[in-house]
């Protein structure tokens, strides 16, 4: 990484050209096909193989759509394709169940499931109320809470979610406070399409970033490339380095930024305001050490999915096979034309005929403690119990109710706690870049100092009126700022903070 940074940080236009096409096919061919995994089986797709309400290849039993999660089901179960639309030979019974999704909704809604404040942590109440105020305006204008949300379901899919401040100069040299929201946005870059060039001597620090959007390259209506267009990428980028990939390439350095259509160079620029810096602020879901790319929550379930929906299909196999009852008949002529029902009789002279019942479904014990041990483990390795999806299936105890609650999502609300340090960190540090490009500008004035601000999500975990209200009294008496409590509380003034 260090031999392509100092290409892209060259001068020679050439060799900046050929290092940015090399770090999108090098992307294309190693990181993009992991990334779509991880987001079909988040977001598992319907994937359309016939048409609607009739059937492929003229058989019932194929149906006319599949799921994106049936590519870790076994062949026994999905099946074996046999023509070039989507039919399959021997399909049994397929049932998907998409844990990962509502787990990943459910941290989403612990994370930013209320609006956030930003405050400023300026000694002057003024200059306080100012930075708040304008910050609020940016924040909001850029997708407000929306944002947020989005960042973090990215976040919690990746691993990582990068966040770019992009300023127009030529409005925010003539803007005032009130409309400089108007010139500076944030915009939300995903895994998929955000390569950072990486410092030879620390990973954590950005030396430049690239962003690519694909263009005619396969993708379908909701974004995701097919396979085929996938292997046609990696020999792609096997071959020339990625020189010839189709799309919209801007490169991001400290000093300007240049932007290529289908890897030819179309324009570039220097940057008046933030110079010296990349302007590209990046969070980690869950840190790793020495790693750029952070720990995302779907990996670690994949194999947790499949193993259940495989057991799931496996299990609704043996019910259709055992549903109705069925009688071997020996020895009774015309057994085969009689109904079976209330009130039949057979009889026969033959002393060794017999009728045997057999099917039905049979209870299978260990089938179901398995099924039960599987989600389980989903719970464990995720932290999400299904209380958090408004699944109650025990009493929580004869503790209060909100105590109960916090035990039984102690895990959930352990991690998110410390997800908020990183993702907190994270808009810290983009508004931060927000004043300084506004100092920059005269539009609003500030020392280094003053640009700090705290994030102040909402409360975390079931608490009730009281118990809020007890704890803001507890620490006013210890002689905690009376504006900061109320701030807490929400009641220092009606703005609700970022929405």
Do not use: C
Not at 36 to 52: A, H, I, K, T
Not at 186 to 205: Q, W
Not at 352 to 365: K, M, N
Request: no cysteine; glycine share 12%; aromatic share 6%.
């Amino acid at each position: 990484m260090s031999d392509q940074l100092g290409a892209v940080l060259s001068k020679d236009s050439d060799r900046v050209d050929t290092a940015v096409a090399a770090l999108v096919g090098a992307h294309r061919a190693r990181g993009l096909p992991v990334m779509e995994r991880l987001w079909s089986y988040f977001r598992n797709p319907l994937e359309l193989v016939g048409r609607s309400g009739s059937a492929v290849g003229g058989d019932s039993q194929v149906g006319w759509y599949r799921m994106a999660q049936e590519i870790g089901l076994p062949r026994r179960v999905r099946g074996a394709r046999v023509d070039g639309v989507g039919a399959e030979r021997h399909r049994r019974e397929v049932v998907i169940e998409n844990d990962i999704g509502w787990r990943i909704a459910a941290m989403v809604d612990f994370m930013f499931g209320e609006p956030v404040r930003i405050g400023s942590l300026a000694s002057s109440k003024w200059m306080r109320d100012m930075i708040e105020g304008v910050l609020e305006r940016v924040w909001e204008r850029s997708g407000g809470i929306a944002l947020m949300q989005d960042l973090a379901t990215l976040g919690h899919v990746f691993g990582h979610v990068d966040l770019v401040v992009r300023v127009d100069e030529a409005k925010l040299a003539g803007a005032g406070v009130e409309d400089a929201h108007e010139a500076v946005s944030i915009e939300l870059v995903e895994a998929r399409r955000g390569i950072p060039v990486l410092d030879e001597s620390d990973y954590r620090e950005i030396g430049a970033y690239v962003v690519h959007v694909d263009r005619g390259s396969g993708e379908d209506e909701r974004g995701s490339v097919s396979r085929s267009a996938l292997a046609r990428l990696r020999g792609r980028g096997k071959k020339d380095g990625g020189g010839s990939i189709k799309g919209s390439t801007e490169l991001i350095t400290r000093d300007g930024s240049v932007v290529y259509e289908d890897g030819v160079r179309v324009g570039s620029g220097d940057r008046v305001y933030l110079r010296g810096v990349v302007p590209v602020v990046h969070i980690q879901n869950v840190s790793q050490p020495f790693v750029y790319s952070g720990l995302g929550e779907v990996e670690a379930l994949i194999p947790l999915q499949d193993e259940l929906n495989t057991r799931l299909s496996d299990r609704a196999n043996r019910v259709t096979l055992q549903s109705f009852k069925m009688y071997l008949a020996r020895g009774i002529e015309g057994f085969d034309g009689s109904a079976v029902g209330p009130g039949t009789v057979w009889s026969t002279d033959n002393p060794d005929a017999t009728i045997v019942g057999f099917g039905g479904d049979a209870s299978s014990p260990s089938e179901d403690r398995h099924i039960e041990e599987i989600r389980e483990a989903m719970d464990k390795v995720s932290g999400v119990p299904p209380l958090a999806g408004g699944v109650v299936k025990a009493k929580l105890g004869n503790l209060s109710s909100a105590n109960a609650l916090r035990v039984t999502l102690m895990g959930l609300i352990a991690r998110t706690k410390r997800k908020r340090v990183t993702y907190g960190r994270g808009l810290e540090q983009v508004s931060a870049l927000v004043l300084r490009a506004l100092d920059e500008a005269g539009v609003l004035r500030t020392k280094e100092s003053e640009r700090g601000v705290r994030v102040r999500f909402g409360a975390l975990g079931p608490i009730g009126d009281f118990e809020e209200l007890e704890r803001a009294q507890q620490q006013l008496d210890i002689g905690a700022d009376e504006e900061a409590v109320l701030d807490a509380l929400g009641l220092d003034d009606e703005d609700p903070g970022v929405v």
